[in-house]
């Protein structure tokens, strides 16, 4: 395990991002907003995924320096199309929309279509909150079917993500953010690169049977090698039983086929689909009684007598907040295998080794 500061962690994934071609603002974005998913705890969505977004760019999959397409625009709503750029460049894009709509509006409805892989979706959330406005994000990827649904042991959905964002008056807001599978894609990939194993449940055979080794996702590869999910017969099991998998049925008909990039399919190609609500609270309750009430209502639930002995309820969002602290302090641990493999995609794509970061 190495440890690199954030800092320099941003700067190394955006000059890497800077050679594969992309603009210096674009490549600012993208290593800003996976180094915030490591700094908030999510390594399967921070650098890790570097090689592969250089390798989708590099196979015309994702396209640099896009600018979103209006298809429909509304005083309240609009659908804008990402034809197929950075998700780094057109989710911001998208969600600064939705809040302008949603501040002179008091609510609005934004559907992304087309977007390249926008990551950690609570980034969304906390943008929209830092503005005091709630949101809610369903999303999906289309073309990456991975999730088997509750009864089935072959794969239907995407990993599917689901997010709400409830601002906190002078404190950090609530962000409720996860996959509606039981475990991230990109947590097997970690777990695939010697990272934290995931859990014994969290995938499913043909056969039906449970369990956790990466290679029932992956198939057969290298330790340093890619991975490649359509290669392997299992499939990542739906949390919550028939409730997650309900709930990943709408974020693939919400985010994927109302927002017009489509619902999980094979033969589709890999995009983000996000249907994102904004809802300004100060418009819907002019007595102001909300801040207080969440505030109270944090304080309420947290207050319930612990089931474990040291243990405690946490919030929604704390978990990251706890995580931020702690990772700009001592920096982002990453797996030896993950660190190797973005040097090697560094030198690839013409990052000389003078640009190497020093790790711990
Ligand atoms: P997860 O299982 O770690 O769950 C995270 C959520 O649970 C957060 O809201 C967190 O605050 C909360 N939480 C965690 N521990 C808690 C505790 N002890 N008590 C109370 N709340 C707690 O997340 P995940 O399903 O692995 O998803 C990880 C990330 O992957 C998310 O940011 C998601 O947006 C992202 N994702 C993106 C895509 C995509 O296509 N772009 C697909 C899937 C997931």
């Given at each position: 395990?190495i440890?690199?500061?954030?800092?320099?962690?941003?700067?190394?994934?955006a000059?890497?991002?800077?050679?594969?071609?992309?603009?210096?603002?674009?490549?600012?974005?993208?290593?800003?907003?996976?180094?915030?998913?490591n700094?908030?705890g999510?390594?399967?969505?921070?650098?890790?995924?570097?090689?592969?977004?250089?390798?989708?760019?590099?196979?015309?999959?994702?396209?640099a320096?896009?600018?979103?397409?209006?298809?429909v625009?509304?005083?309240?709503?609009?659908v804008?199309?990402?034809?197929?750029?950075f998700?780094?460049?057109?989710?911001?894009a998208a969600t600064r929309?939705?809040?302008?709509?949603?501040?002179?509006?008091?609510?609005?409805a934004?559907?992304?279509?087309?977007?390249?892989?926008?990551?950690?979706?609570?980034d969304?959330?906390?943008?929209?909150?830092?503005?005091?406005?709630?949101?809610v994000?369903?999303?999906?990827?289309?073309?990456s079917?991975?999730?088997?649904?509750f009864?089935?042991?072959?794969?239907?959905?995407?990993?599917?993500?689901?997010?709400?964002?409830?601002?906190?008056?002078g404190?950090?807001?609530?962000?409720?953010?996860?996959?509606?599978?039981?475990?991230?894609?990109g947590?097997?990939?970690?777990?695939?690169?010697?990272?934290?194993p995931?859990?014994?449940?969290?995938?499913?055979?043909?056969?039906?049977?449970?369990?956790?080794?990466?290679?029932?996702?992956?198939g057969?590869?290298?330790?340093?090698?890619?991975?490649?999910?359509?290669?392997?017969?299992?499939?990542?099991r739906?949390?919550?039983?028939?409730?997650?998998?309900?709930?990943?049925m709408m974020?693939?008909?919400l985010?994927?086929?109302?927002s017009?990039?489509?619902?999980t399919?094979?033969?589709?190609p890999?995009?983000?689909?996000?249907l994102?609500?904004?809802?300004?609270?100060?418009?819907?309750?002019?007595?102001?009684?909300?801040?207080?009430?969440?505030?109270?209502?944090v304080?309420?639930?947290?207050?319930?007598?612990?089931?474990?002995?040291?243990g405690?309820?946490l919030?929604?969002?704390?978990?990251?907040?706890?995580?931020?602290?702690?990772?700009?302090r001592?920096?982002?641990p990453?797996?030896?295998?993950?660190?190797?493999s973005?040097?090697?995609?560094?030198?690839s794509?013409?990052?000389?080794?003078?640009?190497?970061?020093?790790?711990?």
């Amino acid at each position: 395990m190495i440890h690199i500061a954030a800092p320099a962690l941003r700067d190394f994934v955006a000059a890497i991002f800077e050679k594969a071609g992309c603009s210096a603002a674009e490549s600012a974005r993208i290593g800003h907003y996976l180094v915030s998913a490591n700094l908030s705890g999510h390594d399967s969505h921070g650098v890790v995924r570097v090689p592969r977004y250089v390798q989708m760019k590099h196979d015309g999959a994702v396209v640099a320096d896009r600018e979103l397409e209006r298809v429909v625009d509304t005083p309240v709503i609009a659908v804008v199309d990402g034809r197929f750029g950075f998700g780094q460049t057109v989710a911001p894009a998208a969600t600064r929309i939705g809040i302008e709509k949603c501040k002179a509006s008091g609510l609005s409805a934004v559907a992304l279509r087309n977007a390249g892989h926008i990551g950690r979706v609570g980034d969304f959330a906390e943008m929209a909150a830092a503005e005091g406005l709630v949101s809610v994000h369903f999303v999906n990827a289309a073309g990456s079917v991975l999730v088997a649904p509750f009864g089935g042991v072959e794969r239907r959905f995407s990993t599917a993500p689901y997010c709400v964002g409830v601002p906190r008056p002078g404190q950090s807001p609530l962000v409720l953010d996860f996959a509606t599978s039981v475990v991230a894609e990109g947590k097997v990939l970690v777990a695939s690169q010697g990272g934290k194993p995931v859990p014994e449940d969290a995938l499913i055979g043909p056969d039906g049977r449970t369990g956790n080794d990466p290679h029932m996702l992956y198939g057969p590869y290298e330790p340093l090698g890619p991975r490649d999910h359509r290669q392997g017969e299992g499939a990542i099991r739906a949390f919550g039983d028939h409730k997650g998998s309900g709930l990943a049925m709408m974020c693939e008909l919400l985010g994927g086929a109302l927002s017009g990039t489509g619902a999980t399919a094979p033969d589709r190609p890999f995009a983000n689909g996000m249907l994102s609500i904004f809802l300004d609270p100060a418009r819907i309750d002019p007595s102001l009684m909300f801040g207080g009430e969440v505030l109270r209502y944090v304080d309420y639930v947290k207050s319930s007598r612990p089931a474990e002995p040291g243990g405690e309820v946490l919030m929604p969002g704390e978990v990251e907040e706890r995580y931020r602290a702690q990772r700009q302090r001592e920096g982002c641990p990453l797996p030896d295998d993950t660190w190797q493999s973005i040097v090697a995609c560094a030198r690839s794509v013409g990052v000389p080794q003078s640009a190497v970061p020093a790790v711990r």
